[in-house]
């Protein structure tokens, strides 16, 4: 092979992978609560669609609003905070326990604490044994100082899943060392 034949195809291949960086979905940990499950982040503007497995375009695109929620606090996962409310917005029915959470979820790592206490807390009265809002909620009391009331969200953890949880784990170490969150 030539040089020049040699440098084409290294273009080439390096041309293929950037095109493809660029249009897999990047992965975020998220989704379901099971601690490994992870649900595909798309491009802005995109969302993905549990049932054909694939990024769609957002707009027009006809999925539950399961799928957006999840895929919403997948975004949040990513860090990538403001899609996540905007994905939250497009909710049919944004008054679940899980919306809610995730609201609270994005809104406080964006600083806004007290508002997000706000959104965990009518989670909490949705569903009061949903693990992995008392969770956060116990992480937003933390961020605040008020370590009695994320202790108070450790105990009731301890009623809905055990010790060995991972909400248990996660609060119980956010409690001990505030800067893990």
């Given at each position: 092979?030539?040089?020049?034949?040699?440098?084409?195809?290294?273009?080439?291949?390096?041309?293929?992978?950037?095109?493809?960086?660029?249009?897999?979905?990047?992965?975020?940990?998220?989704?379901?609560?099971?601690?490994?499950?992870?649900?595909?982040?798309?491009?802005?503007?995109?969302?993905?669609?549990?049932k054909t497995q694939k990024c769609v375009k957002?707009?027009?695109?006809?999925?539950?609003?399961?799928?957006?929620?999840?895929?919403?606090?997948?975004?949040?996962?990513?860090?990538?905070?403001?899609?996540?409310?905007?994905?939250?917005?497009?909710?049919?029915?944004?008054?679940?326990?899980?919306?809610?959470?995730?609201?609270?979820?994005?809104?406080?790592?964006?600083?806004?604490?007290?508002?997000?206490?706000?959104y965990y807390l009518r989670s909490v009265q949705?569903?009061?044994?949903?693990?992995?809002?008392?969770?956060?909620?116990?992480?937003?009391?933390?961020?605040?100082?008020?370590?009695?009331?994320?202790?108070?969200?450790?105990?009731?953890?301890?009623?809905?899943?055990?010790?060995?949880?991972?909400?248990?784990?996660?609060?119980?170490?956010?409690?001990?060392?505030?800067?893990?969150?």
């Amino acid at each position: 092979m030539t040089s020049a034949t040699s440098r084409i195809a290294s273009i080439l291949i390096s041309g293929a992978i950037a095109a493809f960086a660029f249009t897999a979905p990047a992965f975020a940990a998220g989704g379901d609560d099971s601690g490994g499950a992870t649900t595909p982040t798309c491009k802005k503007g995109e969302v993905y669609d549990k049932k054909t497995q694939k990024c769609v375009k957002q707009s027009g695109a006809n999925i539950s609003d399961d799928n957006r929620t999840e895929y919403a606090y997948s975004l949040a996962k990513a860090g990538r905070y403001d899609e996540a409310l905007a994905m939250l917005d497009t909710l049919k029915d944004g008054n679940t326990a899980e919306a809610l959470n995730y609201r609270g979820y994005a809104t406080r790592k964006l600083g806004r604490t007290d508002e997000g206490i706000s959104y965990y807390l009518r989670s909490v009265q949705l569903d009061p044994q949903y693990a992995k809002v008392r969770e956060y909620l116990g992480e937003a009391y933390v961020i605040k100082g008020r370590i009695d009331l994320a202790r108070e969200q450790l105990g009731t953890i301890k009623t809905l899943c055990g010790t060995t949880c991972e909400e248990y784990r996660d609060l119980n170490e956010a409690i001990a060392d505030p800067s893990k969150i």
